[in-house]
């Protein structure tokens, strides 16, 4: 069953919760992606949070939520390949809720070093997000702390706040691209646009090597996939969520596959023409325009740079003009 998303008055009332943090987010039309792509093209910078991504706006209205109903817990657990986990991280502490969160081994260095310092403890375990995550929930019921899960009401009307502000912002959008990680982002955007009565077509936007939410639309039901992307993290997700594959059924208008070499190739493309870094999940929905840029030829287009919060190794790697393998591909 397809959860209820927020209405308008929700989002609204998230975003006085956000703004307590930090301002709006910027959304610009840039010229140089725009003469790139050969239309009109804006992008939505999420990577200009306190914490890089998009995600922190989830994490502070789900824990306004909490306090609201007088039920903070003494403890919390969640799992993240890292911006899910900044974003829990800061609004534990801000609360005074100590904090833990369980990644797999091999995770980030810079978004694990990032997690620390906002006061959460690291616990690693297995080596994808799904294994994780389970170790995650497991742990929560041994300790009887509260589990922050990745995909909820609570958190979806915070991330709306960020498609609220750009459909406001540039409300002549005909087409958004949106990455799909465990499915909080493109299912806040869809929020947004009915909230707004907006007709912007919403494509989402999956890794070629993490295609869970493919195969699940196509079979009607949560299929697993395997994952083996080694630049998305953010959308490296083995399992779909049952009630995000509900809502993006009834209000997706076509998926996109991008795979890693294109990924990197958007992540080099945005940061000559913007000179902003963006992680893999922050560049697929650029990745994916620009795979269907034949197809947006007089339509407006928007994306967003959901995270900037790649390893300066990974990003040297990616940005170096020789031919790395990730290059290579991407050209071949």
């Known amino acids: 069953m397809s959860p209820a998303l927020p209405c308008l008055t929700d989002i609204e009332d998230a975003a006085a919760v956000v703004y307590r943090a930090f301002g709006a987010t910027p959304q610009y039309r840039w010229a140089t992606l725009s003469a790139r792509l050969g239309t009109e093209c804006w992008l939505k910078h999420e990577n200009h ?91 929560a019921a041994q300790q ?28 002549h959008l005909e087409v958004l691209y949106v990455p799909i990680g465990l499915g909080s982002g493109v299912c806040s955007a869809i929020a947004a646009k009915r909230a707004l009565g907006h007709a912007v077509r919403i494509v989402g936007v999956v890794s070629a090597h993490a295609t869970t939410y493919a195969d699940s639309l196509a079979a009607g039901r949560v299929v697993e996939a395997a994952v083996s992307t080694e630049l998305a993290d953010g959308m490296a997700c083995r ?45 697929a929905g650029f990745a994916a325009a620009w795979k269907e840029r034949a197809q947006l030829r007089g339509r407006v287009v928007g994306t967003t740079l959901s995270g900037g919060n790649v390893d300066s190794a990974r990003l040297a790697q990616v940005l170096a003009p020789a031919a790395t393998p990730l290059a290579a591909e991407a050209t071949a």
């Open 144 to 171: 009887g702390a509260h589990m922050v899960p990745s995909f909820h009401a609570d958190l979806l009307s915070g991330v709306a706040t960020a498609w609220w502000e750009f459909l406001r912002a540039a409300p």
């Open 239 to 283: 399992v779909a969520d049952a009630q995000a594959l509900a809502v993006m059924a009834e209000g997706l208008d076509h998926l996109v596959h991008v795979s890693d070499a294109e990924v990197a190739q958007a992540m080099r493309m945005l940061f000559a023409d913007t000179h902003n870094v963006a992680e893999g999940a922050g560049a």
């Open 49 to 139: 949070t306190p914490v890089g991504a998009f995600k922190i706006r989830g994490g502070l209205t789900y824990f306004h939520a909490l306090a609201r109903r007088g039920a903070l817990p003494r403890a919390v657990i969640s799992a993240t390949r890292g911006n899910h986990g900044q974003s829990v991280a800061w609004a534990a502490r801000a609360h005074g809720v100590p904090c833990t969160i369980v990644v797999p081994h091999g995770n980030s260095v810079e978004k694990n070093a990032a997690m620390r310092s906002l006061g959460a403890r690291l616990v690693e375990h297995g080596d994808e997000f799904q294994t994780a995550r389970e170790h995650a929930i497991e742990l």
